[in-house]
């Protein structure tokens, strides 16, 4: 359970090779009774050890990691801390490398230009809603996020049913009643779709997975299987 929910501040940890920068974080951070810093990195390999260590709700990571690179630093921390929100702060803007890093799960991107109150409206946007997913990218950016056209091989037959069925209408616990599924899974799936398609919401899920010929809502949808 995230910290906050909890009655207790919301455990972060701050990944950046400039020390500095982490330092300016931690001090944003801390300014806020709601959140603690738990631990700091400035690699690859410190980043993956600390999240594993300290089980954070949050991570806030820096892209240009200089030991790896970022799809495979975000894979690693939530291979040790699957239940991190991982939060990507990057100088670069390039539509590619966002969509790239929302597929593996990243549940929101920043640019390092961001204000404080912006930093602190995503984390806690984040927290809030287990398949909110933030970006703060130029409009070129962002457009060109959305455009990315889905492949049909893109989302698994199951992810194709729980995006079916969200598209008509259910909530995830009618989703995961009539798929024999738990809530939790509904909720995974529904990650990794929003990560796959750049979405941002529920219905910006369903348009693009519409668009894309990924579903058809009309069609109906198995009442049993196996998540």
Do not use: W
Not at 119 to 141: G, Q
Not at 185 to 207: C, E, M, P, Q, Y
Request: aromatic residues 2%; contains cysteine.
């Amino acid at each position: 359970m995230t910290g906050d929910r909890a009655g207790t501040p919301t455990r972060i940890v701050v990944v950046d090779d400039h020390t500095l920068f982490r330092e300016g974080l931690r001090e944003i951070l801390e300014a806020e009774q709601e959140f603690v810093v738990v631990g700091e990195a400035g690699s690859h390999a410190d980043a993956v050890r600390v999240a594993g260590e300290t089980q954070p709700d949050v991570a806030l990571l820096d892209v240009g990691l200089p030991d790896s690179g970022a799809v495979e630093t975000v894979r690693r921390i939530l291979d040790v801390a699957p239940d991190t929100r991982v939060i990507m702060v990057s100088v670069y803007d390039e539509p590619r490398t966002v969509q790239e890093l929302l597929a593996c799960g990243v549940r929101g991107y920043l640019l390092k230009s961001v204000g404080r109150q912006d930093l602190l409206a995503a984390v806690r946007s984040v927290l809030a809603d287990d398949e909110r997913i933030v970006l703060s990218v130029s409009r070129a950016s962002m457009v060109q996020v959305h455009a990315v056209s889905a492949p049909a091989g893109l989302l698994s037959a199951r992810e194709r049913e729980v995006m079916g069925l969200v598209a008509q209408g259910m909530t995830n616990g009618q989703a995961a009643s009539r798929l024999s599924i738990t809530e939790g899974t509904v909720k995974h799936h529904l990650r990794n779709i929003f990560g796959k398609l750049g979405a941002t919401s529920r219905l910006d899920a369903v348009n693009k997975a519409i668009s894309a010929s990924l579903i058809d809502p009309r069609d109906p949808v198995p009442r049993s299987g196996r998540g």
